[in-house]
């Protein structure tokens, strides 16, 4: 898995390559956002993952939504894009969760429509 890490002037662009998505493919991303945080970084981040799609099983989405609530990322917009993914799967419910939990994040299928809702303009792609 390869992790490409951009401060843009607005916001923080990661970009994730990797064959497939996987719990603790996404714990490793939620740890590169808090460590972006813990240094700075702008609150508003877009999570572009570029692999094939694949929901993620119901308690596997609890234990990364556990993981990211222990990692204090709460009060950070969280823009998601999965390029690829053919539906919403279990998104609108680990959103609603995580919501309840002090987490904005939510999930795209275009990086037009998650810059949108972070409310910055796109910038040359990265990586």
Do not use: N
Not at 21 to 50: C, E, F, G, N
Not at 59 to 83: D, G, M, N
């Amino acid at each position: 898995m390869k992790i490409h890490v951009t401060t843009r002037r607005h916001h923080l662009e990661i970009v994730v390559i990797t064959g497939t998505i996987t719990a603790p493919k996404l714990i490793r991303v939620v740890d590169v956002i808090a460590l972006a945080l813990a240094r700075q970084a702008p609150p508003r981040i877009l999570v572009d993952v570029r692999a094939q799609s694949r929901d993620i099983p119901l308690l596997e989405a609890f234990a990364i939504l556990a993981h990211a609530i222990k990692r204090k990322i709460t009060h950070t917009k969280i823009a998601y894009v999965v390029t690829g993914r053919s539906g919403p799967g279990i998104t609108w419910f680990f959103q609603e969760m995580a919501g309840k939990r002090g987490l904005k994040i939510r999930f795209f299928k275009d990086r037009v429509g998650a810059l949108d809702w972070l409310d910055v303009t796109q910038e040359p792609i990265a990586a």
